[in-house]
Every structure is written in C-alpha cells, then in structure tokens.
C-alpha cells in the first residue's frame, strides 16, 4: 500500500503545561517507534499544510474561529476549559492538524496515495461546531470529511471512532447529514458528558460499560458497525484514531489490548475494499500512555500499508 504520513513539527510546539497528559511527547513517541522499527523507510513523508478559513468554516462557526483567535495567548497559558490549555503556538499547530486531514483527503483522491495516518496534535473529535472542549481546537477529522464532500464531490463518507471518549463534537456536527455515517464505540456514562444522539440511519453509537474488554468491544463492532458500514457502502472511510481505551491507558478503563486496535483496524480496511476503493484517511485522536500509544499506532499504520 501507498500510505501517506502526514505530521508537521509545530504540531510539537502545541504546548498544554507540565503535566497535562495531552503533551508533544505523543508525537515523539510515535515517531521513536517508526525509527526504531524501519516504518519510516517505506512511508511517505508529508508535511501539514496550514487548514484555510474556508476549510474551517464548512464545519465550524466564524465566532468560534474569532473566539479562537481572540483567546491566543501571547505567552504563558490560557485555559479554554478546565481541561483544555492552550499556548502561543497551540493555534498554528491546531492550524496544522486540520490542514493534515485535508491534505490527506486530496492525495487519496487524487490516486497519489491509498490511503493515509495524520500523526498530529491537538485532537480534534470533542470540538463542536461552536467550542473547543477536551483538549481539541478543530475538529479535524470533521474538516477532512467536509473536504471530502464538498471538495471533492463525494456522496457517501463514514467515520469510525474508536476512541475510547465519545466524539461527542464529530456527532453533533454530522447529527443531520446523510452523506455521513458515523460510528463510535466509547465508555460511557464518561467524559465528555455531553448528549448521546439517538441512533439513526446515519449514526451508529455503542457505549461501552467501563469493564468492557475485547470481547464486548469486538462484538460491538461485528454486530453493529459493520452491518451499518456494509449497507451504507461508503465511497470514502475516515477513522478516529484513538488509542486510550487499551488496557495499560490510565485516561479510562475499558481494557482493549494491541491486537484490538490490529484487529478493528484490518476490519475497517476491509470495508473500505469493498465500496471505497481502498480509500481511508485516518488521524490520531487520543491515547496517552506512550508505550502503548507507540506500538498501537505502529499496528495501525502497518494494516493500512498491508504489511503484517
């Protein structure tokens, strides 16, 4: 497989003070793991572009990208939330990590690509149209699909969101669009705390109990996403990729382990075989342990590139 790496180095500046478990050393780590196993040698390296207003505005509002503007800090810190902390460089790097989804969108389509992991921070799957929450700025994978439909034409887009956190900010920015199946499985009741849509044609929720393991979580994904993927035959498949429901992530207590995130991954490649032409863009969301951030996401990328 063609797989695209799309990351940027201000995407390490996004600085979230001492301590704040979303840090630059996720990126760091995951790129430790690529050097150290060779994966770098046989991706294909390409640096985030800056997202356009234009591409922001197709998801978000233009008082939240002036509220972003607005709150930017000079220097020192600002506390979007009690859990959201953002510094002078975080808008640039947040800037970035959209930018990454899209161009991740315009090589798959292009045929340059088959398919693509954006490896950036901040995530992105908690902002809503109008406010950043749960350490994300701009809903990136939400830009990329927009990118997808508008930009492109496309009818038919799914997102699948593994992260163990509701994508509470995906959802509610889709709740009312056809084009765009969404499903997610995600410990609830958790953060982000906020409404849980009801199921519908377009939208596949599956709350996990906080004891769920792999086989709670496999069968979610066999019973219920995989039946909705295969009926709406998307012509395009975005992934969520989040890594803190595994086992050794203090972030929560759903306990999945490696093989799960392989696993769920190779599922997902299948169904966009099937109807997408193999086209998927993923991009990270959460996972905060590094070992096994690092490892996972190395899976991940494997299954994308075929290489097991």
């Not at 809903?139 to 799914?158: D, E, F, M, S």
């Not at 009312?176 to 906020?194: A, I």
């Not at 377009?202 to 909705?228: C, H, I, M, Y």
Request: one cysteine or more; hydrophobic letters at 40%; a negative charge.
């Amino acid at each position: 497989m063609r797989t695209a790496y799309i990351s940027h180095r201000d995407c390490h500046e996004h600085d979230t003070s001492e301590g704040h478990p979303e840090n630059a050393r996720r990126l760091s780590a995951i790129e430790d793991q690529f050097v150290a196993t060779g994966l770098f040698d046989v991706l294909r390296y390409y640096d985030a572009p800056s997202v356009t207003d234009e591409q922001l505005l197709r998801v978000h509002t233009p008082e939240h990208l002036e509220a972003m503007i607005a709150m930017s800090p000079a220097s020192g810190y600002a506390k979007l939330d009690p859990d959201t902390v953002i510094s002078p460089r975080s808008l640039t790097a947040a800037r970035r990590a959209a930018g990454a989804a899209v161009l991740a969108v315009d090589l798959v389509m292009s045929g340059e690509m088959e398919n693509a992991f954006c490896c950036v921070r901040p995530p992105g799957h908690h902002a809503e149209s109008d406010r950043a929450m749960g350490f994300c700025l701009f809903n990136n994978i939400a830009v990329g699909a927009a990118h997808a439909l508008q930009a492109h034409g496309l009818r038919k887009v799914a997102i699948v969101d593994f992260d163990v956190h509701q994508g509470n900010g995906t959802e509610e920015m889709f709740s009312e669009e056809p084009r765009v199946l969404f499903c997610s499985t995600f410990q609830h009741p958790f953060f982000p705390y906020t409404r849980m849509y009801e199921n519908a044609d377009n939208r596949v929720n599956v709350p996990l109990d906080a004891t769920a393991k792999s086989g709670e979580f496999r069968e979610a994904v066999t019973s219920r996403w995989l039946p909705a993927l295969q009926g709406f035959a998307p012509e395009f498949v975005f992934i969520s990729a989040g890594f803190d429901a595994h086992r050794d992530d203090e972030m929560s207590h759903v306990s999945l382990t490696d093989l799960d995130f392989r696993w769920v991954t190779e599922q997902i490649v299948q169904v966009a075989a099937d109807s997408a032409q193999g086209r998927i863009v993923s991009v990270l969301e959460g996972g905060y342990e590094l070992d096994s951030l690092a490892r996972c996401v190395e899976d991940h990328v494997r299954v994308l590139m075929d290489l097991h």
